[in-house]
């Protein structure tokens, strides 16, 4: 992956993105059970800089299918590369869903690294894995966060049939950027994955960051056209290069900016938008599943 150097290499990063430590007696079991159980999440490969507030509220992203992805997006802290087959980790399921209950998980979130090199992209071991969580959690929400399948309607099928009870899908970017920050993912592959989620009647949630060079009529028409897709629940957050050889930031948001989007976004019709510097996309994902259950009454 190239280095990118720019201007952008020198901004400092404003107080409001500081980060506050939680290393709570919460906090070290919950990274007691992740690390006894082998587990990965995006917690720790994306490098969330809300995985210590998080971890002590009891809550994490697992992330199944290895910690390997097929895809080499230039935002991304997750590492490229030839994942193992998964059947090396065929057991995965289970442990998810006994980590969930050792949690006492209310909201839980499930991520992946993309799975080109498979058939089926994983779909069967993410249905898998909905199932185990809620044999052994039967009261938690089960929220996913998937990759877009190439928008295979066969294999998103397979995803949606256990009833999760959000999925979402990340658009990441502005339509005018993905070709620059995303390696084999595109702006209406996105679209088409979230619009056939929420045809199938599913709960839809999306993301995107800011600061990478978007205007804000960009952000808003990405907006727009995930409205247009059926998305009910949007977030949106400061991008934050993990390294030089990552996108380099354009400018940090100001938090003021953040509530204009929100504003906007619940005049397009969102249930649900969390919009602030440090808002990544499961971040306090049990209030958005409140508002959206809401909005449906």
């Known amino acids: 992956m190239p ?14 993105l500081k980060i506050r430590l939680h290393r709570t007696s919460d906090y070290a079991d919950v990274r007691r059970i992740v690390e006894k159980h082998e587990l990965h999440t995006i917690c720790s490969s994306g490098r969330c800089p809300n995985q210590a507030e998080c971890w002590s509220r009891r809550t994490a992203t697992f992330m199944i299918l290895g910690e390997i992805c097929t895809r080499g997006c230039r935002f991304c802290a997750t590492q490229t590369g030839r ?28 991520t992946s690294v993309t799975r080109d090199d498979l058939p089926d992209g994983g779909a069967h071991h993410w249905a898998a894995t909905v199932e185990a969580v809620r044999q052994q959690n039967p009261d938690a929400a089960i929220e996913l966060l998937i990759p877009d399948f190439d928008a295979r309607p066969d294999l998103l099928d397979v995803v949606i049939a256990p009833k999760p009870d959000i999925i979402g899908h990340n658009i990441e970017t502005v339509e005018r950027l993905t070709p620059l920050v995303r390696s084999k993912a595109t702006y209406r592959t996105s679209l088409e994955t ?38 009910g629940i949007v977030t949106l957050g400061q991008y934050l290069r993990p390294s030089l050889e ?11 900016k953040f509530d204009w989007y929100r504003l906007r976004a619940l005049e397009m019709g969102f249930s649900y938008c969390a919009s602030a510097p440090l808002v990544r996309s499961s971040y306090m994902a049990e209030e958005a599943l409140r508002k959206a259950k809401g909005s449906e009454a």
């Open 3 to 16: 280095k990118f150097h720019d201007k952008a290499d020198a901004l400092r990063k404003p107080g409001w």
């Open 83 to 110: 994942p193992l087959a998964p059947d090396a980790d065929a057991d995965e399921p289970r442990r998810v869903a006994e980590s969930a209950a050792l949690m006492k998980l209310r909201h839980v979130v499930v």
């Open 194 to 231: 979230l619009r056939h989620l929420s045809e199938r009647g599913a709960v839809t949630k999306s993301g995107l960051m800011v600061g990478l060079g978007e205007s804000d009529e960009e952000v808003l028409q990405t907006l727009h056209d995930l409205r247009q897709a059926g998305v």
């Open 246 to 256: 990552h996108y380099p930031v354009a400018a940090y948001i100001a938090p003021e």
